[in-house]
């Protein structure tokens, strides 16, 4: 008993700090111990983004460069939005998924991020505000009006057009969640 009482004085190695991955000869941090979803300074990780469902190194190539675009994107929108993002969803592994969204889904391509949105709309309604920065990133996303409902919002991103070629494009067939959350209306210039 004594041993365990006395581990807990000793003193921890800090945080371990492992770089992923190298753009423009800088690697981009990842901290083990850090979360995008309590501190607007950091960006979201791979950690966040992968959910624990798969290892990194056993992605195809394909995928881990879907990860790294998807990933700068929103760190992009992270930025200039300035407050606490939480990733509701990241990389989907489809063997064993039960989930209800859809089996085409580009998350399953390492291309596509939910970010909580609180039940408030507000990151739906900054989103609105600033299509024209989403569209320079190169982000599309599923109508608010799906994505924001009682119990459950958030704004889907993903970073492959939609057949539609729309910036935000209705996801399903199915009822909207909160049809009267806006118009729908935005300007098709920033359309692919």
């Keep these: ?4 009482i006395l581990s807990l004085f000793k003193k921890r190695e800090p945080a371990k700090i492992i770089p992923f991955p190298i753009k423009n000869n800088k690697p981009i941090i990842h901290e083990e111990h850090v979360s ?36 700068d994107k929103i760190n992009k929108v992270r930025e200039k939005y300035g407050k606490p993002m939480k990733v509701n969803d990241g990389l989907r592994i489809l063997a064993g998924y039960t989930g209800s969204g859809s089996k085409t889904s580009n998350h399953f391509k390492g291309a596509a991020i939910d970010i909580d949105d609180n039940d408030s709309g507000d990151f739906a309604k ?64 920033l359309n692919a």
């Excluded at 995008?36 to 950690?47: C, D, F, H, R, V």
């Excluded at 996303?141 to 704004?155: A, L, P």
Aim: charged share 20%; glycine share 6%; proline share 6%.
């Design 1 to 4: 008993m004594w041993e365990f």
């Design 36 to 71: 995008s979803a309590n501190n607007p300074n950091y960006k979201i990780t791979l950690k966040e983004y992968l959910k624990g469902r798969a290892k990194w190194e056993d992605l195809d190539t394909d995928i881990q460069k879907n990860i790294e675009v998807i990933l």
């Design 126 to 189: 900054w989103c609105i505000a600033n299509l024209s920065f989403l569209a320079q990133t190169g982000l599309f996303m599923e109508d608010f009006r799906w994505t924001n409902g009682k119990g459950m919002s958030w704004v889907h991103f993903q970073c492959i057009p939609p057949g539609s070629g729309k910036r935000v494009f209705v996801p399903s067939s199915a009822p909207a969640l909160d049809p009267n959350f806006w118009d729908g209306k935005y300007d098709s210039s």
